[in-house]
């Protein structure tokens, strides 16, 4: 596998950090190269067109359109590639229009850095399966559509983590327990970047350190604020 060509990837995000995050998650834990990120249905189009990728990750609520219809499109079909559907809508409509139009996975927004890696290796397992397999029996097709905890990360992924900056920030969200701070309070403490910072504020909520608050304002997309949770 090491020695493949890195399968490619398109994201469909409106949300550059969001996407950002999710390019360096990928990139850093799997054997794939994120051809392009876009920010539009247009652009998506564009890309898919263009790249013809064997997995999409797509966000649902775009400038122009919803996601979930670009998964009927002929385009999206006649590429045969696997759409990971990601959307902060959780109504029973929407998930099940995604699997009804042949959606991979379905994963709620926020999401977890865990919960999306399991996704990805089941995602991998699938293409290793169907790149090596002449005949598929019941137990790899049962391994394939179930994915066995074995398979599946025991933890938080530390790659990236650096304790000493870790320390910093976790000294912060001790030393101020009962207010809410966004991402651009956190990294001007800490004195990171805004991508470093999320990347460690994830790893903070997947370890329980941290909860996310969702701050929904009159215009634009909800601000993420990130809360010591107590103990």
Known sequence: MTNARALEVVIVE???HLAELHREYIEQNFHLRVAGIAGTLEQAN???RRYRPRLVLLDNTLPDGKGVDLIDSPLLKSTGCAVIFITAASDMQTCSHAMRSGAFDY???PVFF???HASLARFMLLEQTLRQATVVDQ???DRLFSLPASDAPSGPS???IEPTTLA???GFFTANPDAAWSVEQVVAYAGISKTTGRRYLEYCVETGLVSVEMLYGNIGHPRRLYR????
Do not use: F, S, V
Request: aromatic residues 0%; positive net charge; proline residues 8%.
């Open 14 to 16: 409106d949300e550059p």
């Open 158 to 160: 530390t790659k990236g």
């Open 114 to 116: 865990q919960r999306l």
């Open 139 to 141: 137990h790899a097709l």
């Open 168 to 170: 910093r920030i976790t």
């Open 228 to 231: 010591k949770i107590p103990g």
């Open 46 to 48: 564009a890309l898919i």
């Open 107 to 109: 994963l709620i927004k």
